[in-house]
């Protein structure tokens, strides 16, 4: 990492589409104020239909419909079980689409890398050469907001069922997961 008053490459990423959400606005003027003191900064994110890895402002984009029947079929062999959750399966499968999409991106040429999310720090710490820094900036509860859609659809389960129940419990993992990273 380069020392004080010098310029840093930096990688501002996210699982979730840009422009667009809740996190846009932190992200845009994170960029701008980083520009700004001139260092340089590239934004990775997932396009809506979770098909591309864009790099948001380079316009560069890796397809990820080529790899999904790679993936699934991985998936299925590895954890059979899996696709009969199909909120933990999905899940999954994005996340590795994102995955497969970053290994076609150079994260070796960063200083540092700035996650947006727990998923995409799981997924980034996975990916990333060890010696490049890695922060992350939560801007959520994504096992309470899979909580609050689940009890939306199924009002007559208790809390303490969903809060118990595999896709509740995945996604309490994989946020733990994604903070440790």
Not at 55 to 74: H, Q, S, V
Not at 120 to 133: E, F, G, L, N, Q
């Amino acid at each position: 990492m380069q020392g004080d008053g010098e310029t840093m490459k930096i990688l501002i990423a996210t699982i979730f589409p840009l422009p667009g959400g809740g996190i846009w606005s932190f992200v845009s003027n994170l960029h701008d104020g980083l520009v700004a003191k001139g260092h340089s900064v590239d934004i990775i994110c997932s396009n809506s239909t979770n098909t591309q890895v864009l790099n948001l402002l380079k316009g560069n984009t890796i397809e990820l419909l080529p790899f999904r029947p790679m993936i699934e079929r991985k998936l299925r062999k590895s954890i059979p079980r899996l696709i009969e959750d199909p909120w933990v399966y999905h899940a999954e499968v994005n996340r590795y689409l994102f995955e497969r999409g970053l290994a076609e991106h150079d994260l070796s040429q960063y200083d540092l890398i700035h996650c947006q999310d727990v998923l995409s720090a799981v997924s980034i710490s996975r990916m990333k050469p060890a010696h490049i820094p890695m922060v992350t900036s939560i801007h959520g509860f994504l096992s309470g907001a899979i909580f609050h859609q689940i009890k939306a659809t199924n009002p007559g389960k208790s809390d303490g069922d969903i809060w118990s129940s595999f896709v509740l419990q995945y996604y309490a993992r994989l946020e733990k997961i994604g903070y440790d990273s």
